[in-house]
């Protein structure tokens, strides 16, 4: 089963500071499409070195969103992709979609 | 103490911020998405602290680390556990922060650099360059090495400025009065309101003109006669 992501951290991180966890989830929000959508684009592009940057970032924000086993897997995935490896894109996009999800609801 | 944040990723330079509100006396003076524009601004003003993103595009943190020729103390953010160990050549970096950043570590961090003397950055001690034979400057967001003996002249264009080599041409946003504080005077000196030359590179000269590689460039009437003071005249 996906592993689902969730603001534990975030909320942690605020401490009770409404307005930093609404500034936080502003710029997730913001953020997170840009960087799925340039994933893509790369994958799509055949530029596995470039894509590995850009998940480089992406698995930074699984880290905020408590998701370990998808930082884990985008640990390994951007070194398969520093080898011009693409394999695990499946995969990964099934990540990006789950939090695409997510972020719809907060 | 005073920091700055730079990370490429607006939601990490967040994370860090709040950390650093939930710490007293530490005050967020600024945050930057790149670490040239962090380097320009530690060229105008002294801070104590740098939170630093190792892995950005272009120019990294290590880049950074690695131009600043007398830095602040540097805490590493970063993703990776596996620069850990580069980390720690540079004597500058006092710690090394793995994300997520948790509160309690952010805190044993800023201990750390509360218990080794911060010494603030003169802005004139933090010269971008790695040698006084060296001067980088700032072109499409990468900071390029030139040798500064290797610079023929410098002209003033508008907002920007032309720096020539024998081998190439450099365009800069950058004004002439600001490089001329970088350029050693025993060499450099303007001789007209939009030309800096090297005066070691002179061909010839003639009434109001001087001859530089294939240069020919105009001497005006008020800086004439330094020019021809320095000159060693027969």
Same mark, same amino acid.
């Given at each position: 089963m996906q592993e689902r992501p969730n603001l534990n951290y975030v909320r942690t991180l605020a401490a009770g500071d409404g307005d930093f966890e609404q500034?936080?989830?502003?710029?997730?929000? &913001?953020?997170? !499409?840009?960087? =799925? /959508?340039?994933?893509?684009?790369?994958?799509? &592009?055949?530029? !596995?070195?470039? =894509? /590995?940057?850009?998940?480089?970032?992406?698995k930074h924000k699984f880290n905020i969103l408590s998701m370990e086993k998808a930082y884990a897997f985008a640990v390994e995935y951007e070194e398969q992709l520093q080898l011009g490896n693409m394999k695990q894109d499946l995969d990964f996009r099934k990540i990006l979609d789950t939090i695409t999800r997510y972020l719809k609801t907060i | 103490m005073t920091c700055i944040i730079i990370d490429d990723e607006a939601a990490a330079r967040a994370v860090v911020s709040q950390l650093c509100e939930q710490v007293p006396d530490l005050d967020v003076i600024e945050e930057f998405d790149n670490a040239i524009d962090a380097l320009k601004f530690l060229n105008q003003q002294n801070i104590d602290v740098v939170f630093l993103d190792i892995h950005m595009p272009g120019f990294t943190g290590v880049d950074f680390v690695q131009t600043l020729k007398n830095p602040p103390k540097i805490v590493l953010t970063t993703s990776d556990t596996n620069f850990a160990i580069a980390a720690y050549e540079y004597e500058a970096i006092v710690d090394y922060l793995v994300k997520p950043i948790t509160l309690e570590r952010f805190e044993k961090s800023i201990q750390k650099i509360k218990n080794t003397a911060v010494r603030p950055v003169s802005k004139a001690e933090n010269v971008a360059s790695d040698t006084e034979k060296d001067l980088y400057i700032n072109i499409d967001r990468r900071l390029i090495k030139l040798k500064i003996d290797d610079i023929l002249l410098i002209e003033a264009k508008g907002d920007y400025i032309e720096v020539k080599t024998d081998t190439e041409d450099y365009r800069v946003h950058n004004t002439l009065k600001s490089i001329k504080e970088k350029l050693p005077e025993k060499t450099f000196l303007q001789i007209h309101r939009s030309y800096i030359i090297n005066f070691t590179k002179i061909i010839d000269i003639e009434d109001n003109s001087v001859l530089i590689a294939k240069n020919v460039v105009p001497i005006s009437r008020s800086n004439r006669p330094e020019l021809m003071r320095r000159l060693n005249l027969l």
């Open positions: 500034k936080f989830i502003r710029i997730i929000k &913001q953020e997170f !499409p840009d960087e =799925a /959508a340039t994933y893509l684009q790369h994958v799509r &592009q055949d530029e !596995p070195r470039a =894509a /590995a940057e850009i998940v480089h970032k992406l | -």
